[in-house]
């Protein structure tokens, strides 16, 4: 019987490399959404007002994310029957449609109504192939992971996606710093898709070299999709205690690296300010990520799940006030700091936690469908929902959806670890 091997072998570091690919390019055309939202407005919407073409940029942003429940469900059912590697295969196929479509529509000023339709139907697919590619990734992960260490080698499925926000920050930084801020209104936002598209073949030949998960190939019965289908539904319970214990992730990150440059702009603080801001904040999630996983490893899921959320749930509202009272570049870093700290440690721990609640013979569908309804539901509302409440309540109100995100996260991690321990119990 050959030796397992360790998460620092080349084999094992070449496999999270090559299944976390598909995250970047994920990540990277979302972060773009949120980071080129007015200019994206302005090209598909132009209703004469900023704010409007910049909202409805973000309520696109958004539906797509509503798309992604439905592609867990039948994206995740193929992933559990036929196996990882053909599934990511397939995600990764439909999110380079859609990411080519948003690239090269023309603007509605050329081709009128036709433009936002278009746009609107790549960014749809953007949002189904992400139903179920970070379930995917995170389920492959779990399951090629060494013994005691699920947490830290999971951590580097959102690990690689602060990648992507780097490499956006970076990119679109460098593109409004080059070009006038009309050229960059008109057609300077499309550079970095672009760039996404180039980067799609070489992430098709990574994705193509993955080998196959041996305990997925070790189980003697794939289930067929109707059977998935019924076990999803008997397993809804805990499906939706999991949707919001992935609420505090989903809506801390898009708080803190996708809404994060029009907050700043909301601020008045420069438009390099909030960049550089967004590359600390990537730069940290990166770090504190698998730090939250290898801590989670040692001392457990639910201590680390509940610290950090705890910790979000007293210090959203003091923080943003705090910053909101005098804006400034320093103020910003800080606060984004604190919750990319609270962000990172949590979700660290909490993918390794998902994939352990969710039944093992159906883990990539109830992974995807808890995660995506977080992401369509909460996480993905988050930028939009934070432009209004500012314009309506001023600009310390997001702290309130943060601090309910944190709650409702709270409840969940002890209404689901409550109920693995009644399960242990003899009967």
């Known amino acids: 019987m050959s ?7 080349p084999s094992k570091i070449g496999a999270v490399a090559r299944a976390t690919a598909g995250n970047f390019l994920e990540m990277f055309d979302f972060f773009l959404a949120g980071l080129f939202a007015d200019a994206i407005g302005h090209a598909f919407f132009a209703t004469g007002s900023e704010f409007v073409d910049t909202v409805l940029a973000f309520l696109v942003f ?20 036929v196996g990882r590697r053909k599934g990511l295969i397939a995600t990764l196929t439909i999110m380079a449609a859609g990411t080519v479509i948003i690239a090269a529509t023309p603007s509605s000023a050329t081709i009128g109504v036709a433009a936002s339709i278009i746009f609107v139907l790549g960014r749809l697919l953007q949002g189904f192939s992400a139903g179920v590619e970070l379930g995917g990734v995170s389920v492959y992960l779990a399951e090629i992971a060494p013994p ?15 990648i992507a926000v ?7 930084y460098s593109v409004k710093r080059a070009m006038p801020a009309e050229q960059v209104l008109a057609w300077g936002w499309r550079i970095p898709f672009v760039i996404g598209c180039l980067i799609v073949p070489m992430i098709f030949i990574l994705r193509r070299s993955l080998q196959e998960t041996p305990e997925f190939l070790a189980r003697k019965h794939h289930p067929r999709p109707a059977e998935i289908y019924r076990a999803v539904a008997a397993n809804l319970p805990i499906v939706l205690q999991g949707m ?34 967004t ?17 989670s490893d040692r001392v457990g899921r639910q201590p680390v799940l509940l610290a950090m959320a705890t910790l979000f749930l007293v210090s959203s509202y003091p923080a943003i006030s705090w910053l909101a009272a005098e804006p400034s570049f320093g103020k910003l ?13 949590y979700n660290g721990a909490m993918v390794a936690a ?7 013979e159906v883990r990539a569908s109830c992974f995807a469908l808890a995660y995506s309804l977080a992401a369509a539901l909460f996480g993905a509302a988050t930028p939009g929902l934070s432009k209004l409440l500012i314009q309506r309540f001023g600009h310390a109100a997001p702290a309130v959806w943060l601090s309910f995100a944190a709650a409702c996260s709270i409840g969940a991690v002890l209404s689901l670890y409550r109920r693995r321990a009644v399960l242990r119990q003899p009967a």
């Not at 030796?3 to 072998?9: I, Y």
């Not at 958004?62 to 992933?79: K, N």
């Not at 780097?166 to 679109?172: D, E, M, N, T, V």
């Open 3 to 9: 030796k397992p091997q360790s998460v620092g072998s």
């Open 62 to 81: 958004w539906l797509g994310a509503l798309m992604r429940p439905l592609g867990a469900i039948y994206l995740g059912a193929y992933v559990d029957s």
């Open 148 to 162: 005691g260490m699920k947490g830290f080698v999971t951590s580097f499925q959102s690990a690689s996606q602060q």
């Open 166 to 172: 780097l490499a956006g920050a970076l990119i679109g």
């Open 244 to 277: 919001f214990m992935v609420m505090l992730t989903t809506v801390s990150f898009y708080f803190i690296t996708v809404y994060t440059p029009d907050f700043g702009k909301t601020l008045h603080l420069s438009a390099t300010d909030a960049l550089l801001v």
């Open 279 to 295: 590359v600390a904040v990537a730069i940290a999630n990166f770090f504190w990520l698998p730090v939250g996983g290898a801590t």
């Open 333 to 345: 870093v800080a606060v984004q700091m604190l919750f990319s700290f609270c962000y990172g440690v």
């Open 354 to 360: 998902l994939t352990e609640v969710v039944p093992a």
